[in-house]
């Protein structure tokens, strides 16, 4: 089944410590999503690709940097983890048109101790 | 700066009944909405989406409808039962064409059998 994988499920990592967080997909949608769920709060647009073309949100802080190097995948790098920054981090695909729906990965959630 | 509004931060009702929660929106006029269902440590999944030249829209046990006029949404779900039981997040488009969304906070519905 065409689906959005997000690996790993559950992350722990140290204060400072840079961690990688990787989404793939097979559903070869052009656009992909990164956002930042805390517990009861809305999802937050952190940065998308399409295709190759990076689009940062603008409040979105430096410390939060992407890479897609194709486009089945597409990577989360936090480059100093703080612990406001423990959340759920969803990943998310769609087609090239407008109005179109998102598809999203079960998400990787984030411990930073 | 936009804003979207789900009016309940909880909802309880009974197995059968129909369940109604509320999406407002300020500041912005989407061309369209889009209503997501979202379960505990999991990634949402689209339910429906409506367009701004649309009054109501129906899926099954589910329906949508939008007021542009009061900047509302209203989301039904007849004859619930207790496996609807989740958050529910609605997301309106706010420009590009990449389909970028914003997010309400969701209203957690619990269906009691």
């Known amino acids: 089944d065409a689906m959005v994988i997000q690996n790993p499920r559950y992350q722990v990592t140290q204060f400072g410590k840079p961690v990688t967080l990787s989404c793939s997909q097979t559903?070869?949608?052009?656009?992909m999503y990164w956002y930042q769920q805390k517990s009861s709060q809305a999802p937050k647009l952190l940065f998308h690709y399409y295709d190759k073309d990076f689009n940062n949100e603008a409040d979105t802080p430096d410390n939060f940097q992407s890479r897609r190097p194709n486009t089945s995948f597409c990577f989360l790098d936090i480059r100093s983890p703080g612990l406001g920054d423990a959340a759920m981090y969803l990943c998310?695909?769609?087609?090239?048109?407008?109005?179109?729906?998102?598809?999203f990965g079960p998400g990787t959630r984030l411990l930073v101790l | 700066s936009q804003k979207i509004e789900q009016n309940s931060e909880a909802l309880n009702i009974q197995e059968g009944k129909t369940a109604t929660l509320t999406c407002n929106y300020t500041?912005?006029?989407?061309?369209?909405l889009q209503w997501y269902r979202q379960d505990p440590g999991r990634g949402p999944v689209f339910l429906l989406l409506i367009r701004e030249n649309e009054k109501e829209k129906r899926k099954e046990r589910l329906k949508v409808t939008f007021d542009t006029t009061l900047k509302q949404s209203l989301f039904h779900i007849t004859a619930s039962q207790p496996a609807d039981s989740a958050t529910y997040l609605c997301?309106?488009?706010?420009?590009?064409?990449?389909?970028?969304?914003?997010f309400g906070k969701g209203t957690k519905l619990s269906v009691k059998p």
């Open positions: 500041n912005y006029s989407p061309a369209y």
């Open positions: 998310a695909t769609s087609t090239d048109s407008y109005q179109e729906t998102q598809y």
């Open positions: 559903l070869n949608h052009n656009v």
């Open positions: 997301a309106l488009h706010y420009g590009g064409s990449q389909g970028n969304l914003i």
